[in-house]
T-cell receptor
Framework: KNEVEQSPQNLTAQEGEFITINCSYS?????LHWLQQHPGGGIVSLFM???GKKKHGRLIATINIQEKHSSLHITASHPRDSAVYIC?????????FGQGTRLTINP | DAMVIQNPRYQVTQFGKPVTLSCSQT?????MYWYQQKSSQAPKLLFH???????NEADTPDNFQSRRPNTSFCFLDIRSPGLGDAAMYLC?????????????FGPGTRLTVL
């Protein structure tokens, strides 16, 4: 079993839908990252969380330390949000990555 | 402005022919990381430098080496690429290695081995 599990692995939705991507982890962490990777490879850091909730534009990330669970929400989704979203946790000074969620938003 | 730059973006090499991938950063960060990401898989840390201190992951093959001649540059050398080394190679930096340090990723170099 992976130390970081994401669900779903693939998600297809229509433009405008509310999107939720989940991340569960089994190790002790000091921080959790949500990353976005577009086709072509480059990774962009969206959020770093150690507690609570953060919001940036249409993106919201939450974390529940007790339940070892985090969610990434996208409101009013748009085709340009199509990408792979990766959850990564910082554990013992290393990043441990989930397998990613491939999100496709259709117009 | 690009903060973590990787060159080239696409690299084709032949089986067994040494290849070097380059990463540079304008952030003056202490830590530089090299990750390997194979198709549909999560990135896998190969090694990282904290300043000049090299930290190799236990399962990184000996075929992979790295150099950091100065703060700004870090190189990944693959001495004898095999077909299984075809992947996206990602460079990242962070100011420090502590819990509050975000990693900044470069655009990656996609390596093809013929």
């Amino acid at each position: 079993k992976n130390e970081v599990e994401q669900s779903p692995q693939n998600l297809t939705a229509q433009e405008g839908e509310f999107i939720t991507i989940n991340c569960s982890y089994s190790v002790g962490i000091s921080a959790l990252h949500w990353l976005q990777q577009h086709p072509g490879g480059g990774i962009v850091s969206l959020f770093m969380l150690s507690s609570g909730k953060k919001k940036h534009g249409r993106l919201i990330a939450t974390i529940n330390i007790q339940e070892k669970h985090s969610s990434l929400h996208i409101t009013a989704s748009h085709p340009r949000d199509s990408a792979v979203y990766i959850c990564a946790v910082r554990s013992a000074q290393k990043l441990v990555f989930g397998q990613g969620t491939r999100l496709t938003i259709n117009p | 402005d690009a903060m973590v730059i990787q060159n080239p973006r696409y690299q084709v090499t032949q089986f067994g022919k040494p290849v070097t991938l380059s990463c540079s950063q304008t952030l003056n960060h202490n830590v530089m990381y090299w990750y390997q990401q194979k198709s549909s898989q999560a990135p896998k840390l190969l090694f990282h430098y904290y300043d000049k201190d090299f930290n190799n992951e236990a399962d990184t093959p000996d075929n992979f080496q790295s150099r950091r001649p100065n703060t700004s540059f870090c190189f990944l050398d693959i001495r004898s690429p095999g077909l299984g080394d075809a992947a996206m190679y990602l460079c990242a930096t962070s100011r420090d290695a502590g819990r509050s340090d975000t990693q900044y990723f470069g655009p990656g170099t996609r390596l093809t081995v013929l």
